[in-house]
């Protein structure tokens, strides 16, 4: 692609449908197509295989690095944003449609509105560059064991908490103590899906202790 190329870099919303430009929500399109011709059965090891695969790619890698698709594991994440890294320099070159459909962003700006939540939560402070922070990030991600992920997550809950409007037990809720607590007692697999700190995954997991803390 030439260099100052536009991309709608929204997993969302298509700014602009009339507008030429290069646009990765088609990326998941091709998986549901796959599963579709499976009759939607078993189609987690096809999900893995196709997403390997698209991180060997340019856009495949920034796709799911910027995107919303599970999962959002720590080990997940990790290969997401070694991959978005491996291609930065090409990258680097386009501009991108994320939040808005009239400011195009340097892929700087790009993933700093779409991935500080894993630089704050796995890097919190002490470097500038964006770049930089996403490898710390990345690099932690990769090697970190359960207490590393528990207080990333308890750096990102303070966060999260202020994206929950509807919490009945709030109080309850953002005690660091309780949240502590309750993440202490999640078996492997269930503390495995929170451990990247993904901020989709914890409003979820708010919400699960808010209607346990209604029901007793």
């Not at 009759?39 to 695969?53: H, I, N």
């Not at 599970?70 to 320099?89: G, K, N, T, V, Y």
């Not at 991935?115 to 490898?135: F, K, N, Q």
């Amino acid at each position: 692609m030439p260099p100052g190329e536009v991309v709608v870099a929204n997993d969302a919303i298509d700014f602009n449908r009339e507008r030429p430009a290069w646009r990765l929500h088609r990326v998941p399109h091709v998986l549901s197509g796959l599963s579709e011709a499976l009759d939607w059965q078993d189609t987690y090891p096809l999900r893995d295989a196709y997403e390997a695969f698209c991180r060997e790619t340019t856009w495949g890698a920034l796709y799911f690095a910027i995107g919303r698709t599970s999962p959002h594991d720590a080990e997940c994440m990790s290969l997401r944003f070694q991959s978005l890294l491996h291609f930065w320099e090409p990258l680097e070159s386009m501009r991108y449609l994320f939040s808005s459909p009239s400011a195009a962003l340097t892929l700087r700006e790009l993933v700093e509105k779409s991935c500080s939540w894993a630089m704050d939560a796995w890097c919190p402070g002490g470097v500038d560059s964006v770049r930089e922070r996403l490898e710390t990030a990345a690099e932690r991600m990769s090697r970190a064991t359960r207490e590393d992920s528990m207080e990333a997550i308890l750096r990102q809950l303070p966060r999260v908490l202020t994206l929950v409007r509807d919490l009945k037990h709030r109080e309850s809720v953002a005690d660091p103590s309780f949240q502590r607590q309750r993440l202490s007692t999640l078996d492997s697999a269930a503390f495995e899906r929170v451990s990247g700190a993904h901020p989709g995954t914890l409003i979820e997991t708010l919400y699960d202790w808010d209607h346990e803390l209604g029901t007793h």
